[in-house]
């Protein structure tokens, strides 16, 4: 099955190739350029110039269609800073990169509960107003935990699908989605409108993220996963693959970029 695109740019996720962009941030970027994908999405600290990154992408033509921002980053002692760094950088979407989990972000594991995810609901829609006086967008990024941990017939998914402000953007990763036992083509087309970012991660039971878009391997369906983004109003698929060995950083880049043109009308 080809999809047609539509309106929908495809990027690259850098933090697939954060090991190279930490290198040469300049060569990166005319690389991912090269091998076709239209934007990309910044993942990191502030360690650059904020006017640097803004005249390289103009330099190269990539569109920055979002940065993944720690949380720590948009508290109230931090947040003006932090805003005014992406007001520089041209940044228009900025995507919280997790709450919770492994990771404890925001919130230790022991405070897991319903409560604390409207609270972390409710302060994204504080942050939300901040960033969108400045023409911006706040989003969410997903991992497996929104889906698997249940709170009594409650989601931390469907607690941020309930108590976030609709201009927030859930921003699903298909991957993650998986691994945390939901469909991500019924998720974005459950949340049309919303799932204006969406990362396209190859994943697999079996060998988890040693795969990429096209291989046998990978369990996303991508017809449907593109025709649902497609009805949904996604703006950028963001490929992001996480191979840290078989198809680690460049590799599974150009791999996940052929398979993507090979499912697609333009």
Known sequence: MIVQMGSMSVALGLYSVYKELQHDLESTLRRVK???YEGVEFYGEFTREPEQIRELLRETGL??????????????????????????????????????????IGHKSSEDSADIWI?????????????????????????AHEFNTDFGGATPWSILCEYTNRSIILELDTG??????????????????????????????KAGHETFIGDSLDENDWPSILEACSRSGTEWLIVEHESESKYAQFDGAERCFAGITQLVIP
Request: charged fraction near 20%.
């Open 34 to 36: 090269a091998i076709g």
């Open 63 to 104: 569109t920055n269609c979002g940065w993944h921002t720690e949380w720590k980053l948009l508290q109230p002692d931090t947040i003006t800073a932090t805003l005014d760094y992406h007001s520089r950088a041209g940044t228009k979407n900025i995507i919280i990169p997790a709450l919770g989990g492994p990771w404890e």
């Open 119 to 143: 609270k972390h609901a409710r302060r994204m829609n504080e942050i939300a107003e901040q960033v969108e006086n400045l023409g911006c967008r706040l989003g969410y990024h997903t991992h």
């Open 176 to 205: 993650n989605c998986i691994e945390g036992g939901a469909d991500p083509a019924q998720v974005i087309a459950d949340n049309s409108g919303r799932t204006l970012l969406v990362h396209g991660k190859p994943f697999s039971r």
